[in-house]
């Protein structure tokens, strides 16, 4: 029996690639977003490509228990035995703390932080519940281990998730059918990214992967059986950096602040 994959923010970008890589591992998949009619284009792109997998598309916001429980009822369906839930929805916000309002700070969390927590919550008690093998991977940033200003808020959600995944796998460390794990892309080139974030990465050469990259690293890391991996060089290395030595990485950000307020400030 094929395994199943359940793929949030599914219809394009990052969650695209992965459903269109996972596939030719042959997966059968449940693509999961908002827009209805991007979902089934993905879709229509697989199956172009692998007839033989099977897709579910369940559109959804996330931040509704009712849409929640809708993707549950996917899996419940299935009769899957080994379930990959990858949590790779999520928003973002770039500019200064000054210029967030409160509502988008709190559709940053719902998103990237409430949805994700809930939705796995719901999957592991199903899969208990089943006897079910379960991975769940979580998909953060680099940011969710080195603040960067301009993305206070994103930076904050996405901690927050690289903390769920370290504090979730422990808990269940007993449970050897179900693993939790967490994977971080560096900057992506997609249509996440507002023209502002454009602007800004060409002008400090920041290096952008596209989502075909990041999908082909997250292949490698779902078969390596690692519980966390951070992808991109070199991002890797600051990431090993902003923990033993904060201050380097603070003082290299501090010079490229003037950059980074021009566009968090100015539209392009």
Not at 232 to 237: A, D, I, K, V
């Amino acid at each position: 029996m094929k395994p199943l994959a359940v793929i949030t923010g599914a219809a394009s970008g990052i969650g695209a690639a992965l459903a269109k890589a996972l596939a030719k591992e042959q997966y059968d998949l449940v693509l999961v977003g908002r827009n209805a009619d991007a979902l089934s284009a993905t879709a229509g792109e697989i199956i172009s490509q692998t007839p033989q997998c099977h897709i579910h598309c369940e559109p959804a916001d996330l931040t509704k228990p009712q849409d929640r429980t809708a993707v549950l009822n996917a899996i419940a369906s299935s009769d899957a035995n080994d379930i990959l839930l990858i949590n790779n929805a999520g928003i973002s916000h770039f500019g200064t703390l000054a210029s967030n309002e409160d509502t988008n700070l709190e559709m940053l969390f719902a998103t990237n932080v409430l949805a994700p927590m809930a939705l796995t919550r719901l999957f592991v008690s199903e899969a208990t519940k089943r006897n079910l093998r379960l991975s769940v991977i979580n998909v953060g940033s680099t940011f969710g281990t080195i603040g960067y200003p301009g993305f206070s808020g994103y930076c904050a959600s996405k901690f927050a998730i690289r903390g769920f995944s370290e504090a979730l796998s422990r808990e269940l460390a007993d449970e050897p059918g179900i693993s939790i794990r967490y994977f971080a892309p560096r900057a992506t080139n997609t249509g996440f990214n507002s023209p502002q974030i454009n602007a800004m990465n060409a002008e400090l050469g920041v290096t952008m992967d596209s989502p075909e990259v990041v999908a082909l690293a997250f292949i490698t890391f779902l078969k390596s059986g690692k519980t966390a991996a951070h992808i991109g060089w070199p991002e890797r290395f600051f990431v090993w950096l902003n923990k033993v030595a904060p201050a380097l990485v603070s003082n290299a950000l501090e010079k490229q602040l003037p950059v980074v307020k021009k566009y968090a400030h100015h539209k392009v």
